[in-house]
């Protein structure tokens, strides 16, 4: 796992730093600055371009000093634009002014819109543009001089390099505060930010370099991440194993309720994507009024329940009782139906002593029911949720577009509450678990968001539990495994269009490539 850094942690870890381990501000800026410059020049080749450091007036503008004057020595032709009041430049930032001054640079000071109407206004016809506006300490949203400051650059059509974050950019949620600037790269000290992984965040940040500015293991210890973004390392490490002597009694056997009529396709794409995984026996329950069930793999065994037109009758619940018995974990919801007897077949899932994952139907039920959602929070064996944005809404009562601007607290709030793991998707997957540890999983595309994409990610965790793999790696080893797939397919086939179904069948080359390390970007 890679660990990130929330804006307060790493405004700590900095202090802890400076404070307990004795590190000066002005050298972790010095190192900031001077590796930034590096970054630059290795990626810029443009020598004798211009380029303009935007500077900020608290710490991230002392950065973007610092990268300034050893961008000057090393000869690039450079301006620093000081935005805000000069009187408001923070300590380190006025020592990294003056001795950017000291070495020759030049200086322009704007402190308002009409400052940049002036002769200035050349100053935009820069190359490239360093960001050192705002980095962790963005506080409220970009607006009035900034906004029209970032606004002039967006105009110019100069390439960005961000310092830290891109400005305008929460650190934590990947929003934009107000206005925000778009890099090609991002520059990032310490640890990179949940916000350059999250959207918009991620499509504002570029080439993300993480710079080691020396805060050392003995104090960032003291600062467990509670998000990490899921490493293909990671993945490798956490496969399945396989032994020459194992057999399909090894690998688990999952019990999948799902499929009334009208969407028995969620079912047969739900048992191919745990089939897929690697589990090793699969009973598919259906309506038997949704037999037979196109597409369906000779691998699956399936039964058909009491159903109607509409999916599970009454009698259903008789039939599902005897189901669970030798059977490792349920999944249920993909194209299950919300009726009464759904209902009811559920609350058999959550008083079984069996884990469950949730996905779809499932989860519109415990919404609808808050017995079945208390339920989920009294058992006692893990529950996996895997819903999407409007399902999550539905699950937390909040609206689509709050869950959306904060996706990593929605998602811990209510795997702590709830006392479960929740993986919402989106761009990018969030997993969390009851304990609140985060996972960010950034594999995967908008080819993605297709119906049918979520009933196989379903089956996949599930397949992965089945084969002995605990909820808090099954969901975020399932979501990259999932992304990759599709990665993989966008990059063969193209960005959108191809299956769900195919990309449960590429899984077996995911695995390969993975365990192999063959040339597939991680
Ligand atoms: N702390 C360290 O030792 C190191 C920090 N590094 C860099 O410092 C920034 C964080 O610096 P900080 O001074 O806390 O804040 P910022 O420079 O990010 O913010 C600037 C300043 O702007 C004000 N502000 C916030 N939002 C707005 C807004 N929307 N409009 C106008 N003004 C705003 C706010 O008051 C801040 O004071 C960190 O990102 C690093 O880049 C070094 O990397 C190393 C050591
Ligand atoms: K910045």
Redo the contacts with the bound molecule.
Sequence with gaps: MRPLAT?AS??AM??D??ENFGLP?RI??E???RESARIISDNFPLRKKSVLVLC????????GWVAARYLLGWGWDIHVLLA?PPE?L?P??RINKTLYEKAGGRVFMAEDAAALKGPEQALFRADLFVD???????????????AGLMERVKESGGAVVS???PS?IH?DTGAI??KALKASHTIT??FAKPGLLLEPGRSHSGKIHVVD?GIPEVISQKYPPRVEQVTKKWAAAQLPKRSAASHKGHFGHLLLVAGAPATRGAAVLAATGALRSGCGLISLAVPETSLPLPGILPEIMVQGLKGDGKGFSSQATENLLPLLAGKSLAAAGPGMGTGKTAAAMLRILLESPLPLVLDADALNLLAQHGDLMDLLSCKKEACVLTPHPGEMARLCGMSVQAVQEDRIRAARDFAMEKDCHLLLKGAATITATPQGLCRIITEGNPGMATGGSGDVLCGIIAGLMAQGKPADTAAPLGAFLHGMAADHLAEKQGPQGYLPSEVAAVLPEIFKSITTGSAWKS
């Design positions: 804006a790493m405004a900095d202090k730093t400076m501000g972790l800026m190192t900031a600055g900020g007036t608290g710490n991230n503008g002392g950065d805000g408001k923070s380190e930032s050192a506006l705002f980095g962790i300490g963005l506080d409220r949203p970009v607006q009035g001089f900034y310092l830290d974050i305008g650190a505060q107000g000290f310490g500015i």
